[in-house]
């Protein structure tokens, strides 16, 4: 690579609803020119001129260090992309793994004596930025807490709903946030650390659990109390970092508990303009836009993204439930508390690598829904065996074997989730529509918390019967998302090319379609 190149997405290059591709007749340009221009849209002084209007009408919070003629090199960005993973993107890790202590936890907490202590059944079990985020992780981490306080059903069922109103729209947020400092190549494999998060938080846990139930009876409390007590009061801890530890962008790094900021006036330049040149829509909103109800609207009347919302609805069913049930699997299976979960843990980090890999893969070929049906192909196998293996739920070490296998699956929840974001067509559709795919993902997981019931124990005929099924529809739903959005590019490439050039010059100038219904948007599958 050339030193002074300037390192940018080709998704970008061949989707991004801006001007950059087709403004231009490709027969008039030099391929100097070319290059430059697909590095840098803003070249062309009509189309830096276009959106430095749309950044100050939107009174985008970085539109006064918007540079077309900005250059560095490609070691200053590798250098900034460090600091902003070692700041940005560790920190969105720490935050998630807050987040999943409050929400795992439980899993642990029934190895104990939490269900007989309360007087529940599995059925009962079953029930399933920068300001927002760290007062959202406060208030949860309280209520988390809280939850050593629990005297029955009612509480317990308060309680966990109250937990999942809290963190509604954190994910959401987070991925967001993550978007206004990273391209559109860098944010998957970021977002699989993201999730790699999960995995970490699932060991650590485990870990922590098997130490705090030593502590059952201590001061007459049981284990899964203390549980309950101190990750409450981990996730506290990281919520009020948060506050300070967490700015609304890169020109807003600097405060009084930080007067230097992250980034000297050259980095904010850089870290700016490489987004902007990378999807010039990043800036058509500033990071303090409600969600109206409007927009939330319009969201959900995208059927362009109606597919990736049902993905989001139905593919992660099949692992939620043996996910949720692997301790109760375990401890039904003659493992002791203490040993089912520490059980659980090989499954955890075998993840890990499983989530990284798949998603590098797809970054590396540029290939979402067929990588992303990896993940299914994986668990079918595997729910076959659970439904109709006599040894299964029998066979002690052999079960515990398969849903290990079962659990290392290679999550495609980051792949998806910058899938939903590239394909949104804007900022101001992207955090709306981010949001659309996690509450389909919610909806999934309450559907999913539903499968394995108590008439059903111990084997879950019915159930796994269910998981079966929703595992081949998965991996059909991939390939017909593919197929559509395929067909969609086409037609409208079609369209796109039966133009003159100075209709399409008219087009780009005049058009009133936003975002990914521009007719020079093309989608990634």
């Known amino acids: 690579m050339k030193p002074e190149e ?57 539109r006064h260090v918007f540079d077309p003629d900005l250059e560095w090199t490609a070691a200053e960005e590798k250098k900034i992309v460090r600091k902003l993973d070692l700041r940005v993107c560790t920190w969105a890790c720490v935050m998630f793994f807050a987040l999943q202590v409050d929400r795992n936890n439980l899993v642990q907490a029934v190895s104990g004596t939490l269900l007989e202590d309360l007087g529940l059944t599995t059925n009962d ?108 009061l981990i996730t506290l801890c990281v919520g009020f970092a948060s506050w300070f530890l967490m700015p ?13 900021g992250w980034f000297s006036d050259r980095e904010v330049g850089i870290v700016v303009n490489r987004v902007l040149r990378d999807d010039p829509s990043k800036g058509d909103m500033h990071n303090r836009m409600a969600i109206t109800p409007k927009r939330l609207w319009q969201a959900l009347l995208d059927y362009d993204l109606w597919l990736l919302y049902i993905i989001g609805l139905i593919v992660y069913v099949p692992v939620g439930p043996p996910t949720a049930y692997i301790t109760l699997i375990l401890r039904n299976l003659g493992f002791s508390t203490f040993n089912a979960n520490l059980l659980t843990i090989p499954s955890t980090a075998i993840s890990i690598f499983t989530l990284i890999g798949i998603t590098w893969i797809s970054e590396r070929i540029r290939e979402r829904s067929l990588i992303s049906a990896v993940q299914n192909i994986w668990v079918l196998p595997c729910i076959i065996a659970l439904r109709w293996w006599p040894g299964a739920e029998v066979n002690a070490w052999g079960t515990y074997a398969l849903v290990t296998v079962l659990l290392s699956y290679p999550y495609c929840h980051a792949i998806v989730v910058a899938w939903v974001s590239r394909n949104s067509g804007s900022v101001r559709t992207r955090s709306v529509s981010a949001a659309c795919y996690n509450m389909m993902v919610q909806v999934g997981n309450i559907i999913s918390a539903n499968v394995y019931r108590t008439d059903d124990k111990p084997l879950y005929h019915r159930g796994n019967d269910i998981l079966f099924a929703l595992s081949l529809t998965s991996i059909a739903l991939f390939a017909v998302t593919k197929v559509y959005y395929i067909l969609k590019n086409r037609s409208r490439a079609r369209k796109w090319d039966a133009l003159t050039e ?24």
């Open 6 to 62: 300037v390192i940018t997405s080709d998704d970008a290059k061949t989707q991004s609803a801006t001007p950059k591709l087709p403004n231009l007749s490709q027969d008039s340009l030099s391929s100097e020119e070319d290059e430059q221009r697909s590095r840098n849209p803003f070249s062309d002084p009509k189309i830096a001129e276009h959106y430095r209007k749309i950044y100050e009408d939107a009174k985008y919070e970085c």
């Open 125 to 232: 079990y079953n029930y399933g930025p920068d300001r927002w985020i760290p007062a959202q992780m406060v208030l949860w981490s309280i209520v988390a807490a809280a939850q050593a306080g629990l005297r029955g059903k009612s509480t317990f069922l308060a309680c966990r709903s109250l937990l999942g109103l809290l963190e509604g729209g954190f994910i959401p947020d987070l991925v967001l946030w993550l978007s206004y400092f990273y391209t559109s190549g860098e944010l998957p494999i970021r977002l699989s650390f993201f999730w790699t998060s999960l995995d970490v938080t699932g060991i650590v846990i485990s870990l922590l659990a098997f130490a705090l139930f030593h502590l059952d009876g201590t001061a007459g409390l049981e284990g899964w109390r203390w549980l309950f007590l101190i990750e409450g």
């Open 248 to 260: 609304a962008s890169a020109v807003q790094t600097k405060a009084w508990y930080r007067p230097n």
């Open 502 to 525: 100075d209709q399409k010059q008219d087009y780009l100038d005049n058009t009133t379609d936003q975002g990914n219904k521009r007719l020079d948007f093309r989608f990634v599958h």
